[in-house]
Nanobody, 124 residues
Framework: QVQLAESGGGLVQAGGSLRLSCAAS????????MGWFRQAPGKERELVAA????????YYADSEKGRFTISRDNAKKTVYLQMNSLKPEDTAVYYC?????????????????WGQGTQVTVSS
């Protein structure tokens, strides 16, 4: 069993920064592809960024390229999402997720484990 717990969300002014953390317990963290998703009211859950375990591949959605950075610390079993230049449209509940399927996975249905989410609110 794998448990994921997000933290680091909160209220921030437009243009500001936040760093989200996702701590994992159980399983073998280094063998998982990790993804950050977000879901706003009335919107579908979308992949923000992902990091594979094998070759260090990373993925960013077009709207986040140049602003967000995903990283992982396998020793601490933690994945991070550094968010800079935040915009009001970034407001959402952010979730981390894990899958044993190799490579970058964009479809949320293939992720096996999910955290409870952390709220990010960006004021204008």
């Amino acid at each position: 069993q794998v448990q994921l717990a997000e933290s680091g969300g909160g209220l921030v002014q437009a243009g500001g920064s936040l760093r989200l953390s996702c701590a994992a317990s159980g399983g073998t963290f280094s063998s998982y592809t990790m993804g950050w998703f977000r879901q706003a009211p009335g919107k579908e859950r979308e992949l923000v960024a992902a990091s594979s375990w094998g070759s260090g591949f990373t993925y960013y959605a077009d709207s986040e390229k140049g602003r967000f950075t995903i990283s992982r610390d396998n020793a601490k079993k933690t994945v991070y999402l550094q968010m800079n230049s935040l915009k009001p449209e970034d407001t959402a509940v952010y979730y981390c997720a894990a899958t044993t399927i190799g490579g970058i996975q964009r479809n949320p249905t293939v992720y096996d484990y999910w955290g409870q989410g952390t709220q990010v609110t960006v004021s204008s």
